[in-house]
C-alpha cells in the first residue's frame, strides 16, 4: 500500500479492527468474567467480583463527569455553585441520553441488571508469603488510561528487598473513600496478619484513604509518605529562610532516632519556626511522619530506613501496560496483570534457589552497611557460656572521638548486645 492511501482516518480504522480482533471488545469479554472467576479461584488465587446495581453505576458515572468539570473550572478559576454543579449534571444525562439508554443504566433501564464494577485478587502464593515480608507496606491507588479504572495495590518487602503484591485491585471509579474501604476489607479477610500492631502502612494523604483505614479499624499504623508530605510543604507552606523553612524543621525531625530527641528538638527551635509552618507540622500526629514516634508504640514495631512510598511507585510505572490503554478493558489488563506478577515471582524464586551462600546478596549488603568504617580495634569482645548458651558481649571503652557538633561519629554504627 503507497503512503499516498495512509490516511488518518485509515489508520484509526485499521487500528481499531485490529485491536477488537485481538482483545475483543468490553461488552463481549465482560460475559467472561464467571469463567475467569471459576480458573482464578480454582487455581488457589483469592477472586472477589464486585458488581454494582444499576442506579449505583449511574451516580458513579455523574460523579466522574462532574469531578472532570470541576477540574477544567479550576483552572479556569472559576468555583462552581451548589445549583451549577446540579444542572451540570441535568445537561450531562441529558446529552449522554441515547448513552445511557444503550448502556442500561437510564432511569427507564432494567432494575435487574449488575454491572461488573471492579475486581479484587490475591495471588495464591501471597498466602503463605505475607506473614514473612518485612512489617512495613506501602499503598497506592493510580489511574487507568481506559474506561475511568483505578488500580488499587498494597505491596510488601521481602527478606532479600524485593517487592510483594499483597493484594491488587482495578475498580470503576475516581480514587475515593468507597474504593479504598472495600479494597482494605478485602486485604483484612484474605491477610488477617498484616493487621499487627507492629505492622507500618506508607500511603499519601489521599482525602479517600485516610478515612478508609479508619473506617476498617485496624491495628497498624498508618504512616505519611515523606516525600508527599514534603511536596504538600513546598506548595502549601511559605514564608521563611535557610534553617528556619518548614522543609528544613520537618526533615530535622524525620531523622530523629529517639523520641527524646523529637521532642528536645521541637522544642529548641519551634519558637525559630514560623506559626504557618507549625499549624501545618502540627495537624498530623507524630506517629504518623515521624519514624522514632512510630516505633516508640509497639516494643516489635521498626520502619527500615523506609519512611516513603517509593516502591509501590515504581511498580505503578511498571504496570504501565496494564493500565495503558492498550490493555482495553478490565478483563484483558487483569489477565496482563496476572501474567506479569507470575513473572516476576517465579523471577525471584530462581534467584533464590541459586544462591547457595547463607546470606542473600542484600543480607550481604546490609551486613556491609552495619559494619562498614568501624574499627575492631575500638571494641572489646567477651564470649561467656551460660548453661547450653553462648553470651556475646561487645563493649566500646570510652573514646574521645568528636566529629563535630551534630555530625555522629563512626562508633554510633557498633553493633550493641
Not at 91 to 111: A, F, R, T, Y
Not at 235 to 256: A, D, E, H, I, S
Amino acid at each position: 500500500m503507497k503512503d499516498i492511501f495512509l490516511t488518518p482516518s485509515l489508520l484509526q480504522q485499521t487500528r481499531t479492527a485490529i485491536c477488537k480482533e485481538v482483545f475483543g471488545d468490553a461488552d463481549t469479554n465482560v460475559m467472561y468474567v464467571p469463567a475467569l472467576q471459576r480458573l482464578l479461584q480454582g487455581s488457589g488465587h483469592d477472586f472477589e467480583l464486585y458488581l454494582r446495581e444499576k442506579d449505583d453505576v449511574l451516580r458513579k458515572c455523574e460523579e466522574i463527569a462532574l469531578s472532570q468539570h470541576i477540574a477544567l473550572k479550576k483552572v479556569e478559576g472559576t468555583k462552581l455553585t451548589r445549583s451549577e454543579k446540579i444542572e451540570y449534571i441535568k445537561q450531562w444525562k441529558h446529552e449522554n441520553k441515547v448513552m445511557l439508554e444503550e448502556s442500561g443504566i437510564s432511569p427507564n433501564g432494567s432494575d435487574t441488571l449488575r454491572f461488573v464494577s471492579g475486581v479484587f485478587l490475591s495471588l495464591k502464593q501471597a498466602r503463605h508469603t505475607v506473614p514473612f515480608l518485612q512489617s512495613v507496606f506501602q499503598a497506592d491507588a493510580a489511574h487507568m488510561n481506559f474506561g475511568k479504572y483505578t488500580l488499587y495495590s498494597c505491596y510488601g518487602t521481602s527478606a532479600n528487598g524485593n517487592t510483594f503484591p499483597v493484594a491488587l485491585a482495578i475498580i470503576f471509579g475516581n480514587e475515593d473513600r468507597e474504593g479504598w474501604t472495600r479494597f482494605w476489607k478485602f486485604v483484612q479477610r484474605i491477610h488477617p496478619t498484616i493487621h499487627e500492631p507492629k505492622n507500618t502502612i506508607i500511603t499519601d494523604q489521599q482525602k479517600g484513604s485516610i478515612p478508609a483505614l479508619a473506617d476498617v479499624p485496624p491495628e497498624f499504623v498508618n504512616f505519611f509518605c515523606s516525600f508527599h508530605r514534603c511536596e504538600n510543604i513546598k506548595k502549601f507552606v511559605k514564608g521563611g529562610t535557610g534553617r528556619f523553612l518548614c522543609w528544613w524543621f520537618y526533615n530535622l525531625l524525620l531523622n530523629c532516632k529517639l523520641p527524646a530527641t523529637l521532642t528536645s528538638l521541637r522544642f529548641e527551635h519551634s519558637g525559630q519556626i514560623q506559626d504557618n509552618a507549625l499549624r501545618f507540622i502540627n495537624s498530623i500526629p507524630d506517629h504518623q511522619q515521624f519514624p522514632a514516634a512510630r516505633c516508640a508504640l509497639h516494643p516489635d514495631a521498626c520502619m527500615l530506613q523506609r519512611t516513603s512510598s517509593s516502591s509501590v511507585e515504581s511498580m505503578n510505572r511498571a504496570n504501565a501496560s496494564i493500565r495503558d490503554r492498550t490493555a482495553v478493558d478490565l478483563i484483558n489488563s487483569l489477565i496482563l496483570l496476572i501474567d506479569l506478577e507470575g513473572k516476576r515471582y517465579n523471577g525471584h524464586c530462581d534467584n533464590a534457589w541459586r544462591c547457595t551462600d547463607i546470606l542473600t546478596p542484600y543480607g550481604k549488603k546490609k551486613l556491609v552497611g552495619a559494619f562498614d568504617q568501624v574499627n575492631f580495634c575500638d571494641f572489646e569482645i567477651a564470649v561467656t557460656q551460660q548453661g547450653d548458651m553462648w553470651c556475646c558481649h561487645i563493649n566500646r571503652p570510652s573514646s574521645e572521638c568528636n566529629t563535630g557538633a551534630g555530625a555522629p561519629s563512626h562508633h554510633d554504627n557498633a553493633p550493641h548486645c
